[in-house]
């Protein structure tokens, strides 16, 4: 399954398990002068002594090992963020040899953090993709780019995607992917023995994100929802699988190994396969601009047209942006859905509040438009409910790139490493009464939880923000209510109890199989 071979790597590697995100491994504590230094001196703001790094509380190394194997939290170390927390506090150490991380599991705290962090904020130097890049002598796209390259970059990018009126331009495209994906279910449906059942839904969600993501960069459809994947796509998304699998061993291993062993070869291999589907599929588009400005006619297209006929991005700069979007693109947008619909279908009360509200602005055959959509309040806080419950990255980071930060009486200078435990604090019970409940009422106007806004920011904050979430609202809030409109979900009899499982990102921990009963036409 195609979900499977992503997912899968994420199985691999002791030491993407030990640090809470494998790219923030790259970035290290640095206690050399600037932070030596200055606890010598003393640290003073006016005439008090500020704390460092040292003076923090946190686990040690064998407590970290005792509790990822012999107490099994390797595969769950987004609940372990309740757990460091009770025990040191909202904000404790970690070391893992040179590695030394600032852990935050207080929603004050880490506000104090994001709002410090100055123009160019960083979440981790991603050296491990930039091996790759510099290889091969490819751009940066806006993961691996820093600073003010980062910054311009991410303007031209953000434009046709970030703005809410942008983002409903590509309300067309996703409609029809989601029309095909429909046609998906119900085929799997009726091919199951119960005639209702469909396994792993997880599974085609996932083709769906690929299929509706690429459609909206490269604009063009890959067939992901066929029946019979093309070769070429089939090939494209093994790579991507392939590439995050191979990046865990040469992460861990040491580059002196990079000839004797066959990790660092096949990560490579896999990137340039990425990259040369991504090219092919550019220089297939800049063929049809070049046709028309040759026939005198009007350049006229979505986000790729944009990019390449803008001037600003060359199409070297195009493709490694447009690579790096496509990666970011998917597990949003299908574990949110896949969590929404296995929820939905153990609350059944909400989810005929749900079917009422969708029916009353969409009747009869109609399909959702971008209007539509801001009619549809419940529709949205079903969203943000799971959203808020399965945050896709349980922890985020942030390095101190441009100046050093406090928090209170605590001083940590430039290149601290901040990990920010995003699931511990949106499952607080002093951010959102009942945490553990699917309550997606909290989130409407009338019934609103009043609680700092940074409790739950599953697309992060600032310019730093996910450039895609609007997108990625606009798949989920089409295809849910259109799900919706056509089936009643109910939960597999035989399945029981989901547990979600931190795979880097979060993901839950068995397949999710559902029902599918098809609703009478009104």
């Known amino acids: ?110 506000e104090t953090v994001l709002r410090q962090e100055g123009k160019y904020p960083m979440r981790s130097d991603m050296e491990i993709w930039k091996i790759h890049r510099r290889l091969r002598d490819l ?127 096949l990560y490579i291999e896999n990137w340039d396969n990425i990259f040369e589907f991504g090219n092919k599929l550019i220089d297939q588009k800049m063929q049809k601009i070049q046709e028309r400005l040759e026939r005198g006619e009007e350049v006229q297209g979505e986000y790729l047209t944009y990019l390449l006929s803008s001037g600003k991005l060359t199409n070297k700069e195009v493709n490694g942006s447009v690579a790096e979007l496509l990666l970011a693109g998917v597990d949003t947008t299908s574990n949110t859905l896949s969590w929404a619909l296995y929820h939905l279908a153990r609350n059944q009360e909400t989810q005929q509040s749900l079917y009422q509200e969708v029916t009353s602005v969409i009747p009869g055959e109609g399909i959702p438009t971008a209007e539509d959509l801001s009619k549809m309040p419940l529709l949205k806080a079903v969203i ?41 604090i949106s499952r607080d019970e002093n951010n959102f009464p009942e945490p553990n409940k699917f309550i997606p009422q909290r989130w409407l106007r009338d019934q609103r939880t009043k609680n700092n806004p940074f409790s739950s920011i599953p697309f992060g904050y600032g310019i730093r923000a996910c450039v895609g979430r609007r997108i990625a609202e606009l798949e989920m809030h089409l295809a849910l209510s259109r799900i919706i409109k056509k089936f009643e979900i109910r939960p597999d009899p035989q399945g029981g109890d989901v547990k979600s499982m931190a795979r880097i990102v979060l993901s839950p921990s068995k397949p999710i199989n559902l029902q599918f009963l098809e609703r009478k036409s009104l």
């Open 1 to 110: 399954m195609i979900r499977a071979a992503v997912r899968d790597c994420y199985y691999v590697g002791i030491r993407s398990r030990i640090s809470p995100l494998l790219q923030t491994c790259r970035v290290t504590l640095k206690q050399g002068t600037a932070l030596h230094g200055a606890a010598a001196a003393g640290i003073a703001e006016g005439n008090k002594k500020m704390k460092t790094f040292d003076d923090l509380p946190g686990p040690s190394l064998l407590s970290n090992l005792y509790w990822f194997f012999f107490r099994g939290y390797l595969l769950h170390t987004h609940k372990l963020q309740s757990i460091y927390k009770k025990k040191y506090g909202p904000m404790w150490k970690s070391s893992f040899g040179a590695y030394k991380t600032v852990n935050i599991a207080d929603v004050d705290i880490l």
């Open 139 to 265: 751009a940066l796209g806006p993961f691996t780019e820093e600073g003010h390259r980062w910054h311009t970059l991410r303007s031209i990018l953000n434009k046709r995607m970030l703005k809410p009126a942008e983002a409903m331009l590509y309300t067309g495209a996703v409609n029809e992917v989601v029309t095909d994906y429909l046609d998906t279910l119900d085929a799997m449906r009726k091919e199951s023995p119960s005639g209702v059942m469909v396994n792993d839904i997880a599974n085609t969600f996932y083709r769906f994100a690929f299929e509706g993501i690429s459609y909206i960069l490269f604009e063009t459809r890959i067939g992901c929802l066929e029946k019979n994947i093309p070769p070429e796509t089939k090939k494209f998304i093994d790579s991507i699988g392939a590439m995050l699998k191979y990046s865990v061993f040469v992460s861990f291993l040491p580059p002196w190994t990079n000839n004797l062993l066959p990790y660092y070869k």
């Open 384 to 424: 943000k409910e799971i959203l808020r419950m399965y945050p896709v990255v349980p922890t985020n980071s942030r390095v101190a790139a441009e100046k050093e930060i406090i928090i209170g009486d605590f001083f940590f200078p430039k290149d601290t490493l901040f990990v920010l435990s995003h699931y511990d």
